[in-house]
């Protein structure tokens, strides 16, 4: 049985059921990625990008909205289409969305998966 208590590698991370690119992140940069080949790469690197700019625009309407302030400190997930991307402590996952519920209630939880720390 694999230590949970630590964080598990982003090999055993793509092995997972369901999952189809996994980043790990530092400072901002990727500085390991599996499931992506090279030049679609730069395409999730823009895709992260503009993500981070869409909440830049959109946390002080979601404030005015909620009246209070709110930002997205520990963790984000996007769904759309045939998969869900979600990303926490400078790893990012991309999951067929048929195989995303187990991987949202770790991202919101405790990062396991099937007995895989993930985050």
Request: glycine share 14%.
């Amino acid at each position: 049985m694999p230590d949970t208590a630590v964080r598990a590698t982003i090999d055993e991370v793509h092995g997972l059921a369901g999952v189809v690119i996994v980043l790990d992140t530092e400072g901002g940069r990727v500085v390991a990625q599996r499931g992506v080949e090279e030049d679609p790469l730069e395409i999730v690197l823009h895709f992260t990008g503009t993500w981070d700019e869409l909440l830049a625009a959109l946390l002080p309407v979601l404030g005015d909205g909620l009246q209070t302030r709110w930002t997205p400190e520990r963790w984000w997930a996007c769904s759309g289409g045939d998969h869900t991307a979600m990303g926490r402590d400078g790893r990012a996952v991309i999951v067929d969305a048929s195989e995303a519920g187990p991987f949202l209630a770790a991202l919101a939880g405790d990062g396991t998966v099937a007995g895989v720390r993930v985050w």
